[in-house]
């Protein structure tokens, strides 16, 4: 029974007084009655959370897409919350522990790369020398019965002019003798050492000397320089190939809690614009899309990459030496199936150093990477280069860029045998000064994007994003806090590689980061009906941000609202149908290579904009279907996204294909890097039937 509150009055004698304590019990009673009330629809809403019904009836949450048959597994659990959870887009907070994924997690056995090749000649910054506590290992019990000699080498340019700019060596004709220790003035050196006439060891070391022309260059550049007596900051961006940021949270965790020590901030909603390394970092590094890099500057695969305006030319014309370098060079960013560069493209370029090294003594390859250099792990020799760079540099402007592969580009628990090695590596950046002035950017390009955890509906979202930190020096946080600050709600939003392309040009000129200017831009960012692709990070991004307006493809997309679909629909078969007829007009072309046959739906769903965003696409009526298929031959695993524009019952297959399983020596046959995905050549047919 609903009591009837009394108004409050001044008590004037004993009744007034017994009458207000009686007043205030009914209050209490009446409070409590009415709480009694809320308790069931507090538990009724409490209920709804929990089930996440109510975000399904309030923002339509993306039902989970998954890869594999959906009567074959159930779907996986996700968290209640979202990485991020804006009105333009939703990615959801998955568990990178999660029950589902756990089974394709496992320990990987240690690389054993010392005990064929001991250490016997190290090198510092400067110098070479002898490790002494090596020589029983090579049955030498004096350094005196020990002759060793240096070699240097260089990258030169090839007599023919059809060879491939960027896989010649020169080496110098003698080589130098040295007893226990030697300063060398060159760049790269190769070491041999012999004993009774017979060689018994074979190195390779990288060392960064200052060069006289480009430090007169840098010297030059930034006296005429409109920023050139601003204050500067370096950059060092180190990349790891095919890593997911959950991946990243799984592999690596002191890697992870010596960069949360270092107060970095990390990108929660980095989402890939394309399917593989190259059209991920042709972004961050030019601001252009792979097809916009064909259009400017690189018209087809057999031109070199010269004439491109990559950012290090950015930096190096502001006064910086640059840098740039990445292992596993077979497989290197502009070589693989490309030309390169028929100049060298940066200051500093390890690509001689690392491919020789890898060519003459590297061992232990799995599938597309040496995994050993001579004593140490390949990844281990890639970053005591970058770590001599930024020591060397440590006090001078610089722009670094290196892209790691050897460990972890082609298997998911790979990364875990370098957590020790990049450990050590950002404790000795951080021991060494090297970055007081520096801007250390830590991130990947994608996901790992074949094998039995790709074919689920969090390894779909995985290789869809990478991880990114940023670590910056302590005074940098505190002279541009709002620009700081704007980077980490950033964190929580969608961000691609346009953007990452953007915030380097502001670390060149600090001043479009300083308060006044970061309030001014914010303004005129606010004004534009139409966003542009490319964001800094330093400045706030809309919540508002759809894919399409980031430059993502629906393909990549990890926003969208999904709804799984049952393989045997007569409208998934036709969407099937479609997909093989693309990939085979895509082959077509190409006589080596095998028609492809759909043997099996594996998986569908559709995917369309949320209920507050249809307004932007109700006119098309846009619905785009994301098929997963087996063919013959080759058995491929293929996943692409058919879209139904219901409007003018046009359908057609929108974005890149990927290729979610390996393929091996299947496309051997042909040398263009995108059909190597598609292609399954007749000669390997062939031979397989023969067998």
């Given at each position: 029974m609903l009591l009837q509150m009394v108004p409050l009055r001044p008590s004037t004698n004993k009744c007034d007084s017994a009458n207000e304590?009686?007043?205030?019990?009914?209050?209490?009673?009446?409070?409590?009655?009415?709480?009694?009330?809320?308790?069931?629809?507090?538990?009724?809403?409490?209920?709804?959370?929990?089930?996440?019904?109510?975000?399904?009836?309030?923002?339509?949450?993306?039902?989970?897409?998954?890869?594999?048959?959906?009567s074959d597994k159930p779907l996986p659990n996700m968290k209640s919350g979202f990485v991020v959870d804006t009105v333009g887009c939703r990615i959801p907070d998955l568990d990178p522990f999660d029950p589902v994924i756990r089974e394709f997690i496992h320990k990987e056995t240690p690389l054993k790369c010392h005990e064929k090749h001991p250490l016997l000649v190290d090198s510092n910054h400067t110098s070479l020398f002898i490790v002494k506590s090596a020589l029983p290992s090579f049955n030498i019990s004096d350094v005196e019965q020990?002759?060793?000699?240096?070699?240097?080498?260089?990258?030169?340019?090839?007599?023919?002019?059809?060879?491939?700019?960027?896989?010649?060596?020169?080496?110098?004709?003698?080589?130098?003798?040295?007893?226990?220790?030697?300063?060398?003035?060159?760049?790269?050196?190769?070491?041999?050492?012999s004993m009774d006439s017979q060689n018994i060891y074979t190195n390779y070391h990288a060392f960064i000397p200052l060069k006289t022309e480009v430090e007169?260059?840098?010297?030059?550049?930034?006296?005429?320089?409109?920023?050139?007596?601003?204050?500067?900051?370096?950059?060092?961006?180190?990349?790891?190939?095919?890593?997911?940021?959950?991946?990243?949270?799984?592999?690596?965790?002191?890697?992870l809690k010596i960069l949360q020590n270092m107060k970095s901030i990390e990108l929660l909603g980095y989402n890939k614009v394309a399917d593989n390394t190259f059209p991920n970092l042709v972004p961050v590094l030019s601001g252009l899309s792979e097809k916009e890099l064909k259009d400017v500057c690189w018209p087809n695969n057999n031109a070199v990459f010269d004439e491109c305006n990559w950012v290090w030319k950015n930096f190096s014309a502001a006064g910086y030496r640059t840098a740039f370098g990445e292992d596993a060079t077979s497989i290197g960013l502009f070589t693989y199936v490309k030309r390169g560069f028929k100049k060298q493209p940066t200051d500093y370029y390890s690509r001689p150093y690392l491919m020789q090294s890898e060519d003459d003594i590297g061992f232990d390859k799995k599938l597309n990477a040496k995994l050993c250099i001579g004593s140490q792990m390949s990844l281990?020799?890639?970053?005591?280069?970058?770590?001599?760079?930024?020591?060397?540099?440590?006090?001078?402007?610089?722009?670094?860029?290196?892209?790691?592969?050897?460990?972890?580009?082609?298997?998911?628990?790979?990364?875990?045998?370098?957590?020790?090695?990049?450990?050590?590596?950002l404790y000795n950046l951080i021991e060494t000064g090297s970055l007081n002035r520096t801007v250390?950017?830590?991130?990947?390009?994608?996901?790992?994007?074949?094998?039995?955890?790709?074919?689920t509906y969090q390894g779909r979202l995985e290789e869809?994003?990478?991880?990114?930190?940023?670590?910056?020096?302590?005074?940098?946080?505190?002279?541009?806090?709002?620009?700081?600050a704007n980077l980490r709600r950033n964190t929580q939003r969608l961000t691609t590689p346009f953007d990452m392309y953007e915030t380097l040009l502001d670390i060149l000129n600090l001043g479009q980061i300083e308060q006044e200017s970061i309030q001014r831009r914010s303004r005129e960012l606010g004004k534009y009906k139409q966003k542009p692709r490319g964001i800094s990070l330093f400045l706030p991004m809309h919540k508002s941000r759809t894919c399409s307006e980031a430059g993502i493809e629906p393909h990549w997309c990890t926003c969208q609202q999904s709804k799984v679909l049952?393989?045997?629909d007569a409208i998934i078969k036709n969407m099937s149908l479609i997909l093989v007829d693309h990939l085979n007009s895509l082959l077509k072309p190409y006589g080596v290579c095998s028609q492809l046959q759909v043997t099996e739906i594996r998986s569908a769903s559709v995917q369309f904009p949320r209920e507050h965003l249809y307004n932007k696409t109700k006119d098309q009526g846009l619905k785009d279907y994301v098929i997963v298929i087996r063919t013959a031959p080759g058995g491929?695993?293929?996943?692409?996204?058919?879209?139904?524009?219901?409007?003018?019952?046009?359908?057609?297959?929108?974005?890149?294909?990927?290729?979610?399983n390996s393929y091996g020596n299947q496309s051997s046959c042909v040398a263009d890097f995108h059909m190597k995905l598609y292609c399954y050549c007749k000669s390997y047919l062939n031979m397989r039937t023969k067998l």
């Open positions: 304590l009686r007043d205030k019990n009914e209050r209490k009673v009446t409070t409590f009655h009415r709480w009694l009330l809320w308790i069931p629809l507090v538990l009724f809403g409490t209920l709804l959370y929990i089930l996440d019904f109510g975000g399904e009836l309030r923002y339509h949450i993306p039902l989970p897409h998954t890869i594999v048959s959906v020990l002759d060793c000699c240096y070699q240097p080498f260089w990258r030169s340019k090839p007599k023919n002019v059809d060879d491939y700019f960027d896989n010649k060596i020169t080496f110098a004709d003698n080589c130098t003798s040295f007893k226990e220790s030697v300063s060398i003035p060159e760049e790269f050196v190769k070491v041999s050492c007169k260059r840098c010297k030059e550049a930034r006296e005429n320089s409109s920023t050139g007596q601003r204050e500067r900051v370096s950059v060092l961006l180190v990349g790891m190939d095919a890593v997911s940021r959950l991946n990243f949270h799984r592999q690596l965790p002191r890697t281990s020799v890639f970053l005591q280069y970058i770590s001599k760079l930024a020591i060397t540099m440590a006090s001078k402007d610089f722009f670094g860029f290196f892209w790691g592969t050897s460990l972890t580009h082609d298997f998911l628990n790979f990364p875990s045998l370098g957590d020790g090695t990049y450990e050590q590596f250390l950017i830590f991130m990947s390009d994608h996901g790992i994007r074949w094998g039995s955890i790709r074919e869809r994003l990478p991880f990114v930190f940023f670590i910056f020096p302590e005074w940098f946080r505190n002279k541009y806090p709002t620009a700081t049952p393989v045997g491929a695993l293929f996943e692409g996204t058919v879209r139904h524009c219901i409007g003018n019952s046009s359908v057609q297959v929108t974005g890149s294909v990927s290729r979610i």
